[in-house]
């Protein structure tokens, strides 16, 4: 994966975990604030990621070497 | 024969021929007097040569026919036929000189059983991957939810590479598409096939492949039908999608893959769709702001046991967490608590934004800061409420 989208997965994962916690467990008002301040901000960062330009799209060759050599498709 | 022989004029040891000369004459009259035909049989005795080239012979309840199929004749042949098999094929009548042997050149061969020799070829090569676990349901991995590299092997050309690059645009624009372009069918797909798939593995964080054509004859989709791609697709460090031609179509390649699903389906099968992932979000959003207002009104409810025991000079401290808490209560579509502050709540924090809830936190001279709409407030306890 892309560290972009690594972190998309992972940015919904602690978002899953937040709320998760934030329903589940007894926390102090600080940590219920601290973990929905950091919930909001991933949930605007997700939310961002939604509106990126269009899909980048590739080909891929083989060189005689053996060596990978990536150009942009035209197809 | 070029000199003229008489085939009945050598009666006399003197004229006798040579077994070149008769082997070449009768080679000529067999060849002249029985073009090429269709011949109806079983096959028997079948044998495959290191050469490619098979040899076998038909029969019927009368009479045998010896047989051979050159390689560069059978290759196009989806497989071998199996002795016992009923076929037609198309030959020329020769004689093999240097045996003595009357054959048949064989040029074509059908088999009259169902399904023919493409359902045997697929039936034996289904039966080797089995036999290696490769068809076992428990190899298959789940695709990724959000995949933010994938890769289509397929033809430059056909329809399919589009199909997945518009449907994937639409649905899952972030994405970083690698097409690897083969040739699909005809002579040396199998090879380029498995080239192609070879250099899946080599594409760096990729996470998911899709490999496949749009639909065709069932020559046409046969590569995909080879063993050997198939335990190419099998050999692919990321999961791969198998989309060969269309929803009746079922090759090989789908029975190896994770997932196998038609060509315009595929990318679909590969991608989460954005407006599905932003109503996710959305609730994501909605449990995150109820989950604050519930665990907001738990603690209202130990402040309100508290205040019951507490002397009358804590009750407008503890009054205005209250009000706080139930107005991040109230705010469940907000998505930030600070929004509370814009209706002229405040929140006080120590430096290290620890909210301040007690009394005891605030012992007189305590410096602490206060959280307003439009920034904070250095404060300090006065000590004057007791």
Redesign the interface.
């Known amino acids: 994966?892309?560290p972009?989208?690594?972190s998309?997965?992972r940015q919904?994962e602690r978002?899953?975990e937040?709320?998760r916690?934030?329903?589940a467990e007894?926390?102090?008002?600080?940590d219920?604030?601290?973990l929905?301040?950091e919930?909001?901000e991933r949930?605007?960062q997700?939310?961002e990621?939604?509106t990126?330009?269009?899909?980048?799209?590739?080909?891929?060759?083989?060189e005689h070497a053996g060596k990978?050599r990536?150009e942009d498709?035209d197809? | 024969m070029s000199h003229g022989l008489d085939l009945f004029g050598a009666a006399s040891p003197e004229g006798a021929w040579t077994v070149g000369e008769v082997t070449r004459q009768a080679r000529a009259v067999l060849e002249s007097g029985l073009g090429p035909l269709w011949v109806r049989g079983e096959v028997s005795g079948f044998k495959s040569w290191q050469s490619g080239h098979w040899y076998f012979a038909l029969r019927d309840r009368t009479a045998q026919l010896r047989c051979v199929m050159f390689q560069k004749d059978n290759r196009r042949l989806p497989g071998p036929p199996t002795d016992g098999m009923q076929v037609f094929v198309f030959g020329r009548p020769t004689v093999w000189e240097d045996k003595g042997e009357f054959r048949l050149t064989v040029i074509e061969l059908l088999s009259t059983e169902r399904g023919g020799l493409w359902q045997l070829a697929f039936e034996k090569a289904k039966a080797a991957l089995q036999k290696d676990g490769l068809l076992d349901p428990a190899r298959k991995r789940p695709l990724?939810?959000?995949?933010?590299?994938l890769?289509i092997v397929t033809s430059?050309?056909g329809a399919a590479?589009?199909d997945i690059?518009a449907v994937?645009?639409r649905r899952?624009?972030?994405?970083?598409?690698?097409?690897?372009?083969t040739k699909v069918q005809g002579d040396g797909a199998e090879d380029a096939i498995c080239?192609a798939l070879a250099?899946l593995g080599?594409?760096a964080?990729l996470?998911v492949a899709i490999v496949g054509r749009g639909g065709g004859s069932r020559e046409d989709l046969w590569s995909f039908n080879s063993e050997r791609v198939a335990r190419a697709v099998a050999a692919v460090p990321v999961p791969v999608i198998s989309a060969v031609g269309h929803e009746t179509d079922t090759t090989l390649c789908d029975l190896v893959a994770d997932h196998a699903p038609t060509p315009s389906a595929a990318a679909e099968a590969a991608t989460p769709d954005?407006r599905d992932?932003?109503a996710?979000?959305g609730q994501?959003?909605a449990?995150?702001a109820?989950?604050?207002s519930?665990?907001?009104e738990?603690?209202t409810q130990r402040l309100d046991r508290t205040l019951d025991r507490l002397g009358g000079a804590a009750s407008l401290l503890l009054e205005r967490h209250r009000h706080q808490?139930s107005a991040l209560s109230g705010r469940l579509d907000a998505?930030?608590?600070l929004k509370i502050l814009e209706r002229g709540y405040s929140l006080a924090r120590d430096a290290e934004?620890?909210?301040l809830?007690r009394i005891a936190q605030f012992p007189p001279g305590r410096a602490f800061r206060l959280r307003v709409r439009d920034g904070e407030v250095a404060a300090r306890a006065t000590g004057d409420e007791a």
């Open positions: 994966m892309t972009e989208q690594t998309f997965a919904l978002l899953e937040i709320v916690r934030l329903e007894d926390l102090d008002l600080d219920a604030l601290k929905f301040e919930g909001v949930l605007r997700a939310r990621r939604l990126v330009a269009e899909a980048k799209v590739k080909q891929v060759l083989s990978l990536v498709f197809g | 990724p939810l959000y995949p933010a590299r890769a430059k050309d590479v589009r690059i994937t645009r899952w624009p972030f994405l970083e598409l690698f097409v690897i372009p080239r250099l080599r594409i964080r996470d954005r992932v932003a996710d979000l994501l959003g449990r995150l109820r989950g604050l519930h665990r907001s738990r603690v808490l998505l930030s608590p934004g620890h909210v809830k």
